[in-house]
């Protein structure tokens, strides 16, 4: 596995949407799967979405159903989510992390991006 860069947070207002990258250097992305989490000031971090390997089937949080959207492009190594309708809870730092099966247990991962903050305004 390799490096993991995150990118495309920001500040919005509630109601619109942003849409976050997850860039991976090194070589066979597409036997990993790759998840999103946040961390709230002063909260654990949670999952949010996750992609499997290969032909990327998604998992969501149910508090991110119907608003999230994750998917991936193998030929370019990145892992996108798409998120609309954003509301002020959904404020958080964002991580992305790789590993061999979707989890939403972040101590079984050991590869993990810096972040990017998201911050929704009411």
């Known amino acids: 596995q390799g490096q993991l860069v995150e990118s495309g947070g920001g500040l919005v207002q509630a109601g619109a949407s942003l849409n976050l990258s997850c860039v991976a250097s090194g070589r066979a992305f597409y036997a990993y799967a790759v998840m999103w989490f946040r961390q709230a000031s002063g909260k654990e971090r949670e999952f949010v979405a996750g992609?499997?390997?290969?032909?990327?089937?998604?998992r969501y949080a149910d508090s991110v159903k119907g608003r999230f959207t994750i998917s991936r492009d193998n030929a370019k190594n990145t892992v996108y989510l798409q998120m609309d309708s954003l509301k002020p809870e959904d404020t958080a730092v964002y991580y992305c992390a790789a590993g061999g099966v979707v989890t939403s247990t972040p101590q079984h991962l050991a590869n993990w991006g810096r972040g990017t903050q998201v911050t929704v305004s009411s």
């Open positions: 992609v499997t390997r290969g032909s990327g089937s998604p």
